[in-house]
């Protein structure tokens, strides 16, 4: 196969996209200037310092194994402190080993208004921390429109981990983080929850329509441990609205609902 037509720049952005958006090497290897032995042997002859030391066996967990330890640790958390600490060292979802951090939360934790997003992206993921990349440049953007921005907000998600390649989280991912997604609403108690993107929607509400029903709409969310229900709003990811930029109109409805709600608090 010739590899002469091929445009370098097109060739990065397919394997972006395939989800290959990490170096693993020290060393660049031009994979174009080596015949298909030599590339395999490249890989193949790295000296043995250059490679990561061997993360210890690990059995995995039955799904409905991870969401019940979760249960079990996130209920004993007393305050954020020891939630993230709990989150940290909660082994029952593999997401963990191939993230590069754990992304807890930003902003304030006084705020009245909790934001969850579904889950970190690549700079998230090389930060720690929510909502830094492209589509957290539009939410602070859109927060701004509305007069607000991340010290009237605190953001999170429903995902503690970046899932490889940005792939879709899958059933039992959510379900082992839940019970720490709950107890984290349940310790900061906001006034007023914001459901971005249809995962979050969907699992914090517990529904099945998609974000295109759900958004634009005022729910109780009813969460454990919490004294009373606290009102949410389904809305647009801001990840959507880079790729569709015409759901803008629709996107701004939302922002002002939720503008007429906050200046409603008494
Ligand atoms: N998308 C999300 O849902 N959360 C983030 O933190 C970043 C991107």
């Known amino acids: 196969m010739s590899f002469e ?3 370098p720049l097109e060739a990065l952005r397919w394997s972006v996209e395939m989800g290959a958006d990490e170096a693993i090497g ?7 200037a080596v015949s298909d032995i030599e590339a395999v042997q490249t890989s193949a002859v790295e000296p043995p ?3 990561e030391a ?11 194994q991870g969401a019940a330890d979760s249960r079990a640790a996130a209920a004993a958390a007393r305050n954020l402190e020891e939630l993230r600490a709990a989150v940290g060292s909660f082994e029952g979802c593999a997401l963990r080993e191939t993230a590069t951090n754990l992304v807890f939360a930003d902003g304030n934790a006084s705020a009245d208004v909790m934001i ?13 921390l929510p909502f830094v990349g492209a589509s957290g440049q539009l939410m602070d953007r859109m927060l701004a429109a509305i007069g607000l921005d ?6 999170s998600n429903i995902l503690f981990w970046r899932p490889p390649g940005n792939r879709n989280p899958t059933t039992a991912e959510v379900a082992a983080c839940m019970p720490f997604v709950q107890r984290h609403i349940a310790l900061v108690n906001p006034r007023v929850l914001v459901f971005v993107g249809g995962a979050s929607a969907k699992a914090m509400l517990d529904r099945k329509e998609g974000i295109m029903r759900l958004r634009g709409k005022w729910y109780d969310y009813h969460g454990p441990d919490l ?4 009102p949410a709003l389904a809305m647009f990811h801001p990840a959507y609205l880079l790729r569709s930029p015409g759901q803008k109109r629709a996107a701004w409805h939302d922002l002002l609902i939720l503008r007429a709600r906050l200046d409603e608090l008494p």
């Open 49 to 51: 310092k250059q490679r």
């Open 150 to 155: 991340r010290s009237h907000v605190y953001i």
């Open 5 to 7: 037509n091929i445009d």
């Open 54 to 64: 061997p993360r210890p066996e690990r059995v995995p967990l039955a799904p409905s």
């Open 227 to 230: 004294p009373e229900a606290i």
């Open 116 to 128: 969850l997003g579904e889950a970190p992206g690549a700079e998230e993921d090389r930060k720690g």
């Open 26 to 32: 020290d060393q660049p290897v031009d994979r174009y």
